[in-house]
């Protein structure tokens, strides 16, 4: 039996980096009050990296969900790979990419990732991790991490949303 209640380990299972940030943070402040120029500015350093790393954090959170659909996604040297169970999966490098799309099927959000070759991959957000495209996507060209979290907690809307075009594909 352990000293966490099943539904309190269950809801801080995904939100651990993004409290490890506050911590950081609080800790950063703590010790810019420790008096002198020298430890507020650490201080003030440690707290803006630490404010950096949550707001990062809050925009993978988005990423994480429960996994209610087949197959898996792994995200090995700039190349995505889905094996999917029931479906197509597939392999594209992130140099590729054209155009990255949410949409739903079913009731269902998938990731619609669009090669510059006319290639697509599709990609259940519910399939077990996925929540490692959230990485992948921040290291593309003028991709707002934003636009794709606030696509991702849309549970009403359009069932079609462009997330990320590539910069160059006029």
């Given at each position: 039996?352990?000293?966490?209640?099943?539904?309190l380990?269950?809801w801080?299972g995904?939100?651990?980096?993004?409290?490890?940030?506050?911590?950081?943070m609080?800790?950063?402040?703590?010790?810019?009050?420790?008096?002198?120029?020298f430890y507020a500015?650490?201080?003030?350093?440690?707290f803006?990296?630490?404010?950096?790393w949550?707001?990062?954090?809050?925009?993978?959170?988005a990423f994480h969900?429960d996994?209610?659909?087949?197959g898996?996604?792994?995200?090995?040297?700039?190349?995505?790979?889905?094996?999917?169970?029931?479906?197509?999966?597939?392999?594209?490098s992130l140099?590729?990419?054209?155009?990255?799309r949410?949409i739903r099927l079913?009731?269902?959000?998938?990731?619609?990732?669009?090669?510059r070759g006319?290639?697509?991959?599709?990609i259940?957000?519910?399939?077990?991790?996925?929540?490692?495209?959230?990485d992948a996507?921040?290291?593309?060209?003028?991709?707002?991490?934003?636009?794709?979290?606030?696509?991702?907690?849309?549970?009403?809307?359009p069932?079609l949303?462009i997330?990320?075009?590539?910069?160059?594909s006029?």
């Amino acid at each position: 039996m352990g000293l966490i209640r099943p539904e309190l380990q269950a809801w801080l299972g995904p939100r651990k980096e993004f409290l490890a940030a506050i911590v950081c943070m609080a800790v950063a402040g703590w010790i810019a009050t420790w008096g002198g120029w020298f430890y507020a500015a650490l201080g003030f350093a440690g707290f803006a990296i630490c404010a950096a790393w949550m707001l990062g954090s809050w925009r993978r959170l988005a990423f994480h969900r429960d996994i209610a659909a087949p197959g898996l996604v792994e995200v090995v040297e700039g190349e995505i790979r889905y094996y999917g169970a029931r479906a197509i999966g597939g392999t594209l490098s992130l140099r590729d990419l054209k155009e990255i799309r949410l949409i739903r099927l079913n009731g269902h959000d998938h990731w619609r990732l669009k090669t510059r070759g006319g290639e697509a991959l599709l990609i259940p957000v519910e399939a077990s991790g996925a929540e490692h495209l959230a990485d992948a996507f921040a290291a593309l060209p003028g991709l707002d991490m934003g636009r794709v979290s606030a696509a991702l907690s849309q549970s009403g809307g359009p069932s079609l949303r462009i997330v990320w075009t590539a910069p160059n594909s006029g």
